[in-house]
């Protein structure tokens, strides 16, 4: 999943908090990234901080030269979500985050990237 356009960079350790929907592939009673870091599983009521690290944003399978600040790819609504990934496969659940690096959009949703997330249902 890579942003197609950034909207908003927060300055570091002053990013907001709150809350958003998250795409997962569920294996068992936990849950895994379905586009990368496929081997890291997530529980429920965990936090977990992403590793550092720049993406390039990307559009119609072009790269474009503007960088960002990688994290965890949070959907403001679960409709979008959803709608982001249709196959029966994937579980979309509600997170909290902290300290978001930037806001932007994907697939022409808007999305929150944070450095930390927590599983809430």
């Known amino acids: 999943m890579c942003l197609c356009a950034v909207n908003c960079r927060y300055p570091k350790d002053k990013g907001p908090s709150g809350h958003g929907w998250k795409i997962f592939r569920k294996v068992g009673d936990k849950f895994e990234s379905p586009y990368f870091h496929k081997n890291t599983t997530y529980k429920i009521k965990t936090w977990y901080t992403s590793s550092n690290g720049l993406a390039r944003c990307s559009s119609s399978g072009k790269v474009s030269k503007l960088r960002y600040k990688t994290g ?22 509600k997170v909290l985050y902290k300290d978001a690096v930037v806001q932007g959009i994907q697939g022409g949703d808007f999305v929150i990237v944070a450095k930390k997330m927590k599983i809430v249902e």
């Open 72 to 93: 965890f790819h949070l959907f403001q609504t679960r409709k979008a979500a959803r709608e982001w990934c249709s196959l029966a496969e994937f579980s979309v659940r």
